[in-house]
């Protein structure tokens, strides 16, 4: 067993679950970050592609002039078109990614008590890929009717945003869970979701202000990371006016623009891993409030010591 190891199946209370979360990152960030970049090194590569072509469009609207080693007839609105379907296309693969690679990694780390392996993560998402999918049919589904139900109480004043950030937190709650549920027990996309669905409104208020605080917490941490390349951005701005030159023809500039927009994109979806390690604790403990299963096994090893 790992000497940092964190147990995460208690009757905590909502502090000490929030303070779970804190402790595990703090013992197993570096574990996890390494295996966070192994399992999205394609998509890093795809981020970069989506903001060069973002930005190369962008700063050659502005410019109407372009000089970036491409023939100046090209209409900038393409470059603008492809970056914005590669981006979407690559936040919406890396998310999946990431939500069942937190979901196997909590999964594993319960399982084999902070030993975890790379393979043993990879082989667990193979394992259930097909239930992966249909969670994820199930999801757009939802995300659907989430859109227009948030259409419709947008007209509401203020009641309208109220219902909007409850049905968010709400679903986001239902699905991390139901990711969770599927690695943790092995459980189909529709028995997951429905004790996701199970969990949720059992513990309601408990669940959507614990999605609140981390929602927030993971914000402020994306936040931060985000400053980087506004610094960076800013940095370069003052001195190039300053010199006169002009950003918007300038080839350092779009290496610059680029680099600092993939790094914006990049923090986005890993707080969106966070967020799903932070599911995956509440996950477990609920699962043990409700089923007793961990303090059960405790109950029966004080027995077979005392025989």
């Known amino acids: 067993m790992n000497k940092t190891y964190i147990e995460l199946r208690l009757r905590s209370s909502f502090g000490d679950i929030i303070n779970n979360y804190f402790l595990f990152l703090k013992y197993n960030f570096k574990t996890y970050i390494n ?14 592609i989506a903001s060069y072509l973002l930005v190369t469009g962008f700063m050659g609207l502005a410019s109407r002039d372009f000089r970036f080693g491409m023939d100046s007839n090209i209409d900038t609105n393409v470059y603008l078109i492809a970056g914005a379907v590669v981006l979407v296309l690559m936040i919406f693969i890396t998310s999946l990614i990431n939500y069942s690679f937190s979901s196997a990694y909590i999964s594993e780390y319960v399982a084999k008590q902070g030993d975890i392996a790379s393979r043993s993560i990879w ?42 950030y409850g049905l968010n937190f709400t679903l986001a709650a239902i699905f991390g869970l139901a ?52 610094f960076i ?27 600092s927009f993939a790094m914006f994109i990049l923090s986005f979806i890993f707080s969106q891993a966070l967020s799903q390690l932070a599911y995956g604790i509440l996950y477990c403990n609920l699962y043990e ?4 299963v961990y303090l059960k096994e405790k109950i029966e090893q004080i027995g077979l010591n005392e025989s």
């Open 179 to 230: 990711f969770i549920a599927i690695f943790f027990n092995n459980r189909s996309a529709g028995s997951a979701i429905a004790e996701a669905w199970d969990f949720t409104f059992s513990n309601f208020w408990n669940v959507i202000l614990y999605g609140l605080v981390i929602g927030i917490l993971n914000l402020m941490i994306t936040a931060l990371i985000s400053t980087i390349p506004g």
């Open 233 to 259: 951005i800013g940095i370069y701005l003052f001195f190039s006016i300053e010199s006169d030159v002009d950003f918007y023809t300038s080839t350092l500039a779009s290496i610059i623009f680029t680099l």
């Open 35 to 48: 295996l966070y970049l192994r399992y999205n090194a394609i998509s890093i590569i795809f981020t970069l």
């Open 123 to 164: 082989t667990n998402i193979k394992k259930n890929l097909g239930n992966i999918i249909i969670l994820l049919l199930i999801g757009v589904g939802i995300y659907l009717v989430y859109i227009l139900i948030s259409l419709v109480v947008a007209f509401i004043p203020l009641l309208g945003l109220f219902i909007q």
């Open 289 to 292: 409030k409700k089923y007793n």
